[in-house]
């Protein structure tokens, strides 16, 4: 599940009203530039680092429209990289050239594709439905994604590619419904060369976040087919209307995630709140809850009478996860709250094509995406991966299911409030090695040393 939700269910009970301002808090502590980008779209933040951008849309089976993404570098091979619940495809960018995986995939020479599935601010359209005034809009979970979306993403960048495969980097919800789509939908593993799953969630019975009972009794209030927490900036400018609301924002946030402040850069936490809530439907966590209740990786759990009618049986039907033959690498964290360890360990049994099976100790369900080391760790392992198995199609010693345990060492140059990847970038090293994006991102790094501030964290009693 995906990282803030429940933390800004909890917010939102302090005010429904958007118009709490900062009051100077938030210019006082935080760059600029930081701020500027928890504003822009993802188009607008690939264009300001002076990156190629472009929109396309794609039509689903059931006539739902969505909008991808793309970092285009016409002719080489495609990857597609899809946000997890509450996110948006902004997600793989957000943390800047020198950290993001989107930007890290398009200099090492892919042409990169963002996905966002159904209901998020970005993929809100449909041939005939509105979703502001039909609910028939909201009728679906994350099964429907991994149905519908996932094959019209796919199709859709394939088509415009020319390629026959492409590679698939999910996170959370973007792992789930993978696994919907190539078990449900067995045909299209042959279009996959690998799927990276970061943060892989399918199994739920260890689901260690604590806020989880109050998160039930929460989406109890919301009808099964409505809109949760469209993408606005309320909860933007409460967690950064004082030093005292900020830190029980970051209380809530690990309370939901996992706390790993090592590996979290504090200085781009604006960015994060302004992009999230990204949307999405309320039953597509329910069915997350549902998970953790019934201890099955299966369909939505409505009522036996229901069940009986759509499914032919009085409970929901499991996932086959049999019937995924495309190779599948896992990456996941020791302390993530919500794909725990021992939730990840079952799922990597169950799969026939298991290709690399990685543990990050510390780690927590966001660190897969944003850690501050992330450039010269994940990153580099999920490229080698990957390129192995575009190359071959077949097994080696290369690459293994075997599990793979590492602690990431701490650089000095990794701070909690001032530490912008872009400021690490020297000392650190460029994995990509690609002086093209480098020059790109000189004149940004200057804007940005200029600009940076000297402040106490105000989150450094956590």
Not at 30 to 52: C, F, R
Not at 258 to 278: A, D, S
Not at 365 to 378: C, K, P, T
Request: hydrophobic letters at 35%; charged letters at 20%.
């Amino acid at each position: 599940m995906r990282n803030a939700i429940w933390v800004l269910a909890v917010l939102g009970a302090f005010s429904l009203d958007g118009s709490w301002v900062s009051g100077g808090f938030l210019e006082d502590n935080y760059p600029s530039s930081v701020i500027e980008d928890a504003h822009l779209t993802t188009i607008q933040l690939l264009e300001k680092y002076k990156h190629p951008a472009e929109s396309h849309q794609v039509t689903t089976e059931d006539k739902y429209v969505l909008t991808l993404h793309r970092i285009p570098r016409p002719g080489a091979k495609p990857v597609l990289l899809v946000h997890g619940l509450e996110d948006t495809s902004a997600t793989w960018i957000m943390m800047g050239p020198h950290s993001g995986p989107g930007y890290f995939l398009y200099a090492n020479g892919y042409d990169v594709w963002l996905g966002n599935v159904r209901g998020n601010r970005y993929s809100k359209g449909h041939v005939k439905l509105n979703p502001n005034t039909d609910k028939a809009y909201w009728s679906f979970s994350w099964h429907e994604i991994g149905m519908y979306d996932l094959p019209a993403m796919i199709d859709g960048v394939l088509e415009k590619t020319g390629y026959q495969k492409l590679s698939y980097f999910g996170h959370s919800q973007g792992t789930t419904s993978f696994f919907v789509m190539a078990s449900s939908r067995p045909e299209y593993n042959a279009k996959i060369h690998v799927m990276s799953a970061l943060a892989p969630v399918a199994f739920m019975k260890h689901m260690k976040a604590p806020l989880m009972g109050m998160a039930r009794m929460g989406i109890n209030m919301f009808r099964e087919n409505s809109e949760l927490l469209p993408h606005s900036f309320l909860f933007f400018n409460q967690c950064f209307s004082s030093a005292g609301m900020l830190k029980t924002c970051m209380r809530f946030y690990w309370q939901i995630v996992g706390k790993n402040r090592e590996e979290q850069n504090m200085t781009m936490f604006p960015l994060v709140m302004g992009h999230i809530p990204g949307g999405c439907n309320v039953k597509q966590p329910l069915h997350y809850l549902q998970l953790q209740t019934n201890d099955r990786f299966c369909q939505f759990d409505y009522d036996p009478k229901e069940n009986q009618r759509l499914y032919g049986q009085p409970s929901p039907p499991d996932y086959r996860l049999e019937r995924i033959t495309a190779p599948v690498a896992l990456y996941f964290g020791s302390n993530d709250y919500l794909a725990a360890v021992e939730d990840v360990q079952r799922l990597a049994k169950l799969l026939p094509n298991l290709v690399e099976n990685h543990l990050y100790r510390k780690w927590n369900h966001m660190d897969v995406l944003w850690a501050n080391s992330a450039r010269r760790s994940i990153q580099p392992r999920m490229l080698q991966v990957m390129q192995y198995w575009e190359a071959n199609e077949g097994h080696s010693e290369v690459t293994t299911g075997s599990s793979v345990e590492e602690e990431v060492p701490l650089l000095t140059t990794e701070t909690s409030l001032d530490g912008n990847p872009e400021e690490q970038e020297q000392e650190a090293g460029s994995i990509a090695g690609n002086e093209e994006q480098r020059e790109k991102d000189q004149e940004d790094q200057i804007q940005k040393n200029d600009e940076k501030i000297t402040v106490t964290d105000p989150t450094s009693e956590l």
